[in-house]
């Protein structure tokens, strides 16, 4: 690891006069499962590491509960997100929480940590690699090992995908983002904190290199249905294949105001219009879910290596869709 | 006098015994080689090539040696060792030639320009110039002379240093300066089937592939034609990392009187301590090895490695010790790997179920080079035994990566899911449940077999014993439905089973045990051997509390350090059966010595004494005494035993049943296919396992537990990845390098055979040779498709799946 200067300040104010206008020379420290990493694999070499460990007041805290809206500090711990009674009516959220990766993890790592970390690319994550991301002049995952990478690739030369499974039910939720910065506190809808990097000097995040995301906010109406669902290899530590976040209000038997939103399949976590289209009036049953799931892999250009991707993504919606509206898991045998 | 042998009456023998030193590790009170912190100790680390091939074209150390806590630097690959001729300090020449002894080869001589980037080594410490005269044998290393060396795949090693932390050696690496040219490389087997002339590994030659290897019996021709049905695939498995949980490495130190202790994470004490002394020109009874415990090795661990000999080398220069442990990507990159195999199989057979013929041709990779880890195929599989026709063709192909080392039952894991894959293909095209043709291709009994207890004597009966209980205790006979018909529709339900053979006799090299029986009735039980996984310290406290009447909490049991006597390395599972009888000798001896000792001081003929739980009994008399009381008639003296034992000793006469070999295991694999995601699902694993005596059932069952368990994860998760353009692996890590977590494991069902008429025989590798073979088929049972490839990834899954399976 190269020296670094550390810092711990214990509130908003002090932390924000740490920070760089430009990335590269200082970096956040939240629960340190990505950062730390990084610096050991030489990939980020920060001069500065300002800590946000000791921030005092609500920062790690959950405010409110349910339908009345909760605000949900950017220091809670994913443990405590998965746990949370407040937190009851988001199964979408708390259940993608419970599944990131292994109990250590969830026990350091954090809810800002989760939205505002970088990519699992191994080809970014390799120090003797130079990709797009660090200069290079083009993405070697294009021709390369490519089987867990994006595939809505239009637009974009980096193919990674976004690594938060917390943005997918966020962004599902309406959830809006609350940040500060030099110039004060401003307040974006989660799916405007995502933009597909592109070179050096870009997060997978629009937050400036001086700002710090303190709080996330929901405030979905009672009774709104959701869920998530996850394709993964293994049950253990492990990054989802595919991950689909479906929320809904229930008019009678029909789904209204219907969010879709896809996961690790996009440099960014992905709102799908149609497939939420394919469900808008409609009851949610097996047939209006599987069209969904279709419709959700419209616009898809896979790589030469992840094609079964696509079809994991139409499962996955699938059956988010049916988890939300309460429907019997058919796949669990 | 022939061997006593075994008790008849075994009180502790068989039982589920805890492993005594159990605590110590869960505690974390076991100090393992990476937990080992000595004096003044200083941390090595290797620079390594990024590029897969390449030659150095400059290196430059000078800002290296100017980093912080900086302590020592080597170049590797370019070290030489001289006599020296004239030493001329005030030229700074040094005017060497070449030792004698150099069988062959031309007397060399050459002037050195003794410049600030030369280190001079003379009895394993850095000398001056002015301290070398003619006739000294001088180890010579400029730095210089790295340019142009040739490197042969990314992770191959450059230079090390010494420093006082772990970030300061980092920093020192990242500190020299070194430029490559970048040569053409293959990191991957079908480049190399594409481009077969181009050679980028070591060596002179044509391409990175060997010629045809072919082995004929019978007529296949004549055998293909005679069968009713004949099956055909392409199956093939990956290249996978050992994963040792504990790192390759050492911690080294030179004493005052040029002796070297090493630390080692190995699973050869005598046999690390042997190779330090022949590089460094130790006396063997200076170089000593240690390693109380280690975490982990299954065959990658038997030498010192590049980064052993580096670290003893950096220590030497240092003057003070050194650890080197390798980081993960190190570990995965470097350290060893299983072999890849894939190729085109061929299978045909009767109605009945009996195998007519097979056909094998295949390739796998070691890496850059390799060694006798990469016979695949050579070995003759459980059925070819008995298959009257077949074929089998093998070729080499050398990538640049890594090589390989032995892992964890060398050839068998490959050659298992090649065939089984192959018989289960077939039995489908038979109509047949693949049990029916698994018993109709066994190995007979061979009545002419001089030890009816032996294995050739009854294995086709033990077979079929393992066939009855893996059934019963899988319910193999409701649960076993045609491919593809089993219950469920979108999750689908399979079961599979393959079968396995091992030898798991003694080791050829002697292992000495030595038993000290002391007056205040303390025993201990001492040997150089070490703990690879066989819960060594409790094997060996088990048979000497069972002989002398004792528990295993009792015996003090010292392992792990080269100096006590003579042991072999823990490969090819013969350290049970090579320990274990020399334990039970060793224990026995003591005894005798205890009686003759204590005999005339308590009025007994040695003869009558006998020994039984806690106590001594004379039996003529009708006399008895606690342990400790008798014991303690030994006065100021001590009774000792030694044993000794090896395959040599194992087979002359009247020891046939102490120890033994060859084993065979019947595995079923139940499981759940999502044939809509392709993720598999392992409910449950069945591993019925002979291994002649039980020692200790509970680790038994523990070891084939653990085979199981790396079974699922070479079926379903293992695979190094490596990108063809950059030449590098892309997942030298455990993110996605995959392996199984406590909540991907199924119920797993052991049961073992406890045969103690053939004495002790290794457990270690077969049970993970079956595993993955019996997942596929039980996969192939669920889906009606066969996977060919493992592991059985999602996407494989689906790809199978659309080709025309399931739905």
Known sequence: VKNFTYHQPTTIQMALPLLDAEWGKTELLAGGTDLLDRQKEYVSQPEKVVSLTALEGDFRKIVGAGAAGATIGAGVKLIDLAESKQLAAFPALTSAAAQIAGPQIRNMGTLGGSLCQRNRCWYFRDEHVNCLLKGGKKCPAQEGENQYHAIFTSGHQCVIVHPSTLAPPLIALGATAQIVGPKGAREIPVEKMFQAPVKDGQREHTLAPNEILVSVKIAAPAGLRNASYEVKQRETCEWPLVQASVAFALDGKTAKNVRVVLGHVAPTPLVSETAAKALEGKEVTEATASAAGTAACEGVRPLSQNEYKVQLLRVAVKRAALLAAGAKPYWEG | ????????????????????DGPDKATGRAKYSYDINRKGMLYGMILRSPYAHAKIKSIDSTAARKVPGFKAITIIGVSRDWVVVKADAAANTLEVK???????????????SVTPTVTLIHNNKPVKLADLKADDRVTVEVEQDAVGRELFYAGDEVAAVAADTEEHAKDALKAIKVEYDQLDHFVNEDEVIKNPKKRTVPGPGQGNITEIKEFVKGDPAAGFKEADAVAEGTYGVPVISHQCLETHGLVAEWDADGGLTVWASTQATVGVAGAMAGRFAVPQGKSKCITHFMGGGFGSKFGPGVWGVTAADLARRAGAPVKLMLDREEEITTAGNRPSASGRVKIGGKKDGTITAFDIDCH??????????VTLNALPYVYLDTIPNYRRAHQIVFINAGRAEAMRAPGHPQNCVLTEFAVDD??????????????????????QSKDPISWVARRNTIYNEQFDIAEKLSGWKEKWHPPGKGRGTTVKHGIGMAIHTWGGFPSGQVNQVDVTINKDGSVTTQTSTQDLGTAQRTVNAIVTAEILGLNPPDITVKIGESQYGPSSGSGGSTTCPSQAPATLLAAQAARNDLFAKVAPRVGADPKDLAIAAGKVTDKKNNKEWTWKEFCARLGMDEAKGKGEWSQGIANQEGNENISSGQVGGVQTAEVLVDTETGVVKVLHMVAVQDCGLVVNKLACESQVAGGVIMGLNYALFEEIIRDSATGRQVNPDMEFYKLGGIRDMPKISVHMMDMPERG????GEPPTISTAAAIGNAVFNAIGVRVPFIPLSPKRVLDAIAKGGAK
């Open chain 2, 98 to 112: 070449t030792p004698p002894n150099k069988k062959g080869g031309k007397e060399e001589q050459k002037t050195i």
């Open chain 2, 426 to 447: 077939l039995a489908a095209k038979l109509g047949i449940d693949p049990s029916i043709i698994r018993r109709k291709n066994l190995p007979p009994n061979n009545p």
């Open chain 2, 760 to 763: 002790v025989i290794g457990i």
């Open chain 2, 1 to 20: 006098m022939p061997a006593e042998g075994w008790p008849k009456q075994r009180r502790l023998l068989g039982t589920r015994v805890k492993r005594i």
């Open chain 2, 364 to 373: 796998g990779t070691p890496g850059y080079t390799g060694g006798a880890t």
